[in-house]
């Protein structure tokens, strides 16, 4: 893809704002406040970062992230010269923002997922990187931006979270070789970890020892699933953090292929976040109106957390594996 015309676009924005997607994760939020810095660095200008819902405590780290505001306090009659969208394979997923998505004079879509629509009018999109944020990276070299170390560590971040500490399958050679590279410019890997994986908060633990211990099983323990109502959450005083992971350790089991989330978001409404070893999940959630990756994708159900649990075993269970 030809990205060339990308400093030019950003040369010729007066306003900018990139935004993050719902429930957002470390390689959303660490793209966003990289690119905001890059950009900040490379052309001196201050970009406003949005994201939909409340920041994850262990990700308060990212340089600069306290500038993120939420979606309610942006004036939604703001025209923005540009917006971009970091991490964001559809609309959907960015659905209270859409309004300033839509008013802006020029957009961009910076994504990895396979299940990504092509929205903008710019869509840089590399189904073959681990992250967005190894995806940005390459971009910045490519354009030959200086990365300083604010930019740098929220890159990292990036790449680190959304391959689980290069465990998953989406970790490649140039993954390595971009964690190799931020490392060199100066991030410190091991606080960065730290601050991803050993910072979480006793309700963050027992509430998950919760929902673990409260999994399913089935198809002769190759598919485990839990639920989560809004009383479960509110017993442990969790937030939506704290789900977090939940799908992963599920999917760690020895005897499991598919693992799955279901989270009660509403009055018939479900989250739903999948996880698997080499089931084509984003597959399976695309039915519903969701995506992702082969092994980790999610969507949202109109159905009541038991309900909608049934309808994903349904599909699942459809599969041949």
């Not at 970091?86 to 959907?92: L, P, T, W």
């Not at 009055?267 to 976040?273: A, E, H, L, Q, Y």
């Not at 996880?275 to 092994?295: L, M, N, P, W, Y």
Request: hydrophobic letters at 40%; proline letters at 2%; one cysteine or more.
């Amino acid at each position: 893809m030809d990205c060339s015309n990308f400093n030019d676009i950003i040369k010729s924005a007066k306003n900018i704002l990139i935004i993050s997607h719902i429930n957002p994760d470390g390689d959303t939020l660490g793209s966003m406040c990289g690119l905001y810095h890059a950009i900040e660095e490379n052309f001196k200008k201050k970009c406003d970062m949005l994201v939909l819902s409340k920041v994850p405590k262990i990700y308060e780290f990212l340089p600069e992230i306290s500038r993120a505001k939420l979606v309610e306090m942006y004036d939604k009659s703001m025209v923005y010269d540009l917006v971009i969208c970091v991490d964001i394979a559809a609309e959907n997923r960015f659905e209270d923002a859409k309004i300033l998505f839509d008013k802006a004079l020029y957009t961009v879509n910076i994504d990895h997922h396979k299940t990504n629509t092509q929205y903008a009018d710019l869509n840089i999109v590399d189904v073959n990187a681990s992250s967005a944020g190894e995806l940005l990276y390459g971009l910045m070299k490519d354009l030959k931006w200086k990365i300083n170390n604010a930019a740098a560590t929220c890159l990292y971040t990036a790449v680190l979270t959304d391959t689980g500490s290069f465990r998953f399958s989406n970790t490649t050679p140039v993954t390595f070789k971009t964690a190799a590279d931020l490392v060199a410019m100066g991030v410190d890997a091991v606080e960065v970890y730290k601050n991803c994986y050993e910072t979480n908060s006793k309700s963050m633990v027992m509430f998950q020892a919760y929902c673990i211990s409260n999994a399913k099983f089935v198809n002769n323990d190759t598919i485990a699933y839990s639920i989560i109502y809004k009383k479960d959450m509110e017993r442990f005083s969790a937030g939506d953090d704290c789900t977090e992971g939940l799908a992963e350790k599920l999917r760690a089991i020895e005897t499991t292929k598919v693992s799955f989330i279901v989270r009660e978001i509403g009055t018939r409404i479900s989250k739903v976040s999948m996880r698997s070893k080499d089931v084509d999940v984003a597959e399976i959630c695309s039915v519903f109106g969701g995506g992702g990756h082969t092994c980790a994708a999610g969507c949202v159900i109109k159905s009541a957390p038991g309900t909608a649990a049934n309808k994903i075993l349904d599909e699942i269970k459809k599969r041949k594996f």
